[in-house]
């Protein structure tokens, strides 16, 4: 089955900085990659998410990046916010989804 | 669409009790989703239905588990006996897959929190 690692598990960064989530996958069947936000006590909502024909997509201070050879994608943050603090979720699958641990972001004014 | 709703939003139990937990997905949707969450092991799919039929139970933990969808708009989750290890967030999560709407996109339920004593 599918296998999702994700890095880093924690990360702290100031207001206006960028931030960097990456995680890789095994399957080389998945076509769907999904990153979610999850907030303290809530859902996980999705942010954006990117098809193995796509290589990058943004929506404005987000963007997603797949490299499919190498199976990996990465979540870009710009000019970070703190209520941008959450805990975010990468996905790999198609009709199912595999998930990686989650990094939590902390944005500190 | 009020989405993916779940019932109850959170229940306390007692080890050996039977609990039920419930998910209406958004209308349409014609997959379904029971998702686990804890901190150590994460978010873990349980079991996936499509067009009312299980089709990866895979990730189910034991027979302790069970999950049916009697019609497109209801499914349940049981676990009897309970175990205080089976406390955690539970989510259902819906999507629509396959057709010309198809995005995969699964929209998640508010959860429900289970603590067994």
């Known amino acids: 089955g599918e296998n999702v690692e994700q890095h880093p598990s924690t990360l702290s960064v100031q207001e206006g900085d960028s931030a960097v989530i990456k995680c890789t996958y095994s399957d080389s069947a998945s076509n769907y990659f999904p990153w979610y936000k999850q907030e303290l006590g809530k859902r996980p909502q999705l942010i954006i998410d990117i098809r193995s024909n796509v290589g990058e997509k943004k929506d404005q201070r987000i963007a997603v990046t797949l490299n499919k050879t190498a199976k990996h994608f990465s979540l870009h943050i710009t000019e970070t916010q703190p209520e941008d603090s959450a805990v975010y979720f990468c996905?790999?699958?198609?009709?199912?989804?595999?998930f990686g641990k989650g990094t939590m972001l902390l944005v500190s004014p | 669409d009020a989405g993916v709703i779940q019932s109850p939003r959170h229940e306390v139990t007692e080890m050996g009790q039977e609990v039920t937990l419930r998910c209406k997905p958004i209308?349409?949707?014609?997959?379904l989703f029971w998702y686990r969450q804890t901190m150590m092991r994460g978010l873990e799919l349980l079991i996936y239905?499509?067009?009312?039929?299980?089709?990866?139970d895979s990730g189910m933990p034991e027979d302790r588990f069970s999950a049916k969808m009697p019609n497109a708009s209801f499914s349940t989750l049981k676990i009897q006996p309970s175990e205080p290890r089976d406390s955690a967030v539970y989510f259902c999560?819906?999507?629509?897959?396959?057709?010309?709407?198809?995005?995969?996109?699964?929209?998640f339920g508010p959860g429900t929190r289970l603590t067994v004593l």
């Open positions: 209308s349409g949707h014609n997959s």
């Open positions: 239905f499509n067009n009312n039929v299980p089709i990866d």
């Open positions: 996905a790999a699958g198609y009709s199912t989804l595999t």
């Open positions: 999560a819906s999507s629509l897959i396959g057709g010309p709407l198809d995005n995969n996109e699964q929209f």
